[in-house]
């Protein structure tokens, strides 16, 4: 079979590239290990966590705010085969639509393991060992990352887990450790912590989401300490051990002192690391680099007929960041010259409240020595935060000090994830503070807050707070 372009990995990175491939015109071939499409991203990653993420939320809300709101229920109960069985038929809803706009746009599925024969050959190999052979004049890897398991304890996917165990327990655990505190670790960790379970939150650096802006990290820690989670910053992890219906986990903080905990489950969430398994590398020359495919800025490999995206590479792990490499690789074999402003590509945690951040940190702001200035505005100073009850959070803005240019904007909130593309926006048109400050914002509305961190930004002149 001859393809123009085979694409190996169906998760976002890959199949927008094959889309993207097929719409300019290529003949185009996708080849996937497993027998869903849709990679970690939809099968057990953003979309099954989100699907739990809003199912625990509306059971936080029934048990503790409904009253407030006047709505009298009987206390709720969790059922979780129930919670489990919606996310998993949102899953399969989301892999089934991968499937239509495959057919929509005639591209050839492969159901196997694809590896190299040499640079223009790709053999796949199903589950029952049969073998199949394509040629192509164009290959992009988008195999994607799997979780990282701490070294002296590999996952036992019975009681030490990884995100993927955890989006199937048949039990609330009672005490739920979790070792990082990054995004995984508190999305997942804020999950069980308002269906029922004891949270223990295990991170080595002394802040959460340490990749992004410092004042997110320490809202977020206030946030979740209110649903009753617990914190162990600055601590790492000695031992972690399944003792049959338990693990016991050890860990020291600076000083030496020991911790320890139990509890029936630990989820290690440590970080991804690229997935390169099965490829056959070897064959075409290419070696990896800590792990990761080399590319160039066009993200080629050193084999002018193979390329590579999304956590493969360089760069942060992200769905939304692959999508936008597979179609950049695309629309450079048509021709065109796309371009990816790395920068602006925002980073959100899909915990309640929402982080978003896009542009540069405060932190970063500080280590290259730039000249800035910051506004900032409170939920709580909002009519609509009020009225909706989500008091916690900010929107912290900040600017070039001579130019007033938007050089990162970050926020804690209802809704941010959403908002945040407002941001991308007018980074992209390298707008000023004051050219947000001064367009006007629906009311009462969350991206008021936007509104406010401007003009504190421009003058420091707020004008609700």
Known sequence: MQYNVIVIGSGPGGYVAA?????????????????????????????????LLDSSEHFHNAAHTFKEHGIDIPMPKVNLTQMIKRKSEVVKQTCDGIVFLMKKNKIDVHTGVGSF???????????????????????????????????????DKKRIISSTEALELKEVPKHFIVVGGGVIGMELGSVFARIGSKVSVVEFLDSLIPTMDGTMGKELLKSAKKLGMDFYLGHKVTALENKGKEVLLKAEDKSG?????KGDYCLVSIGRKPYTDGLGLEKVGIELNRGQVPVD???????????????????????????EEGTLVAEQFAGQKPHINYL??????????????????????????????????????LGRARASMDLDG?????ADKNTDEILGIHIIGARAADMIASGVTAMEFRASAEDVSRMSHAHPTYMEAVKEACLAATANRPIHM
């Not at 719409?23 to 989100?50: D, H, M, R």
């Not at 199949?132 to 304890?153: M, N, Q």
Request: hydrophobic content about 40%.
């Open 19 to 51: 889309i993207r491939c097929a719409q300019l015109g290529f003949k185009t071939a996708i080849i996937e290990k497993y027998s869903t499409l849709g990679g970690t991203c939809l099968n057990v990653g953003c979309i099954p966590s989100k699907a």
């Open 117 to 155: 024969v040499d640079k223009n050959t790709i053999n796949v190999k199903s589950a029952d060992g049969k073998e199949t052979t394509l040629t192509t004049e164009k290959v992009i890897i988008a195999t994607g990352s799997k979780p990282t398991p701490l070294p002296f304890a590999p996952f």
């Open 257 to 261: 002192k020991v911790l320890e905990l």
């Open 297 to 323: 800025n066009h993200l080629k490999t050193k084999v002018d007929t193979i390329y590579a995206i999304g956590d493969v590479v360089r760069g942060a792990m992200l769905a939304h960041k692959a999508e």
């Open 344 to 381: 602006l590509i925002p980073g959100v945690v899909y915990t309640w409240p929402e982080v978003a951040s896009v542009g540069y940190t405060e932190e970063q702001l500080k280590a290259d020595g730039k000249s800035y200035k910051v506004g900032s505005f409170p939920y709580k100073a």
């Open 394 to 398: 900010l929107v912290k803005i900040l």
